[in-house]
């Protein structure tokens, strides 16, 4: 039986995306979301998360020519873990969200006419 792994998050870009094409032509585009936090750490700062994100195809086209750094998005997709081992041989991983749908809340430009 398959698990079920839906993720929403909401959050702004930190960086403009990043598209890539694979040796079959599928196009593949990466980017970070910021996520604040209600709750603060013990310093009394707002704690913030930063999430890989990853689209194909007419979605990663899609975000390309639309998001640039400060966008606001609403993304669902699945989690999933990349699991690699570095030169050293050492193991590492990292969590991202596989997205289904991107919903492009604002552009930068409007996010600071609004404030």
Not at 28 to 48: I, L, Q, S
Not at 53 to 67: G, H, Q, R
Not at 94 to 115: L, N
Request: charge should be positive; include cysteine; charged fraction near 30%.
């Amino acid at each position: 039986m398959q698990n079920l792994s839906l993720t929403v998050l909401d959050g702004n870009l930190t960086r403009d995306p990043e598209t890539k094409s694979i040796k079959s032509g599928k196009s593949v585009t990466t980017f970070t979301v910021a996520m604040n936090h209600e709750y603060g750490n013990k310093d009394g700062n707002k704690a913030v998360s930063f999430i890989q994100v990853e689209t194909w195809d007419k979605l990663a086209e899609n975000c390309a020519s639309y998001l640039k750094k400060g966008s606001r998005v609403t993304v669902s997709g699945n989690l999933r873990e990349d699991r690699w081992k570095d030169q050293e041989g050492k193991p590492h991983n990292r969590h991202k969200i596989v997205a289904h749908t991107v919903r492009f809340d604002s552009s930068p430009k409007e996010r600071d006419e609004a404030a």
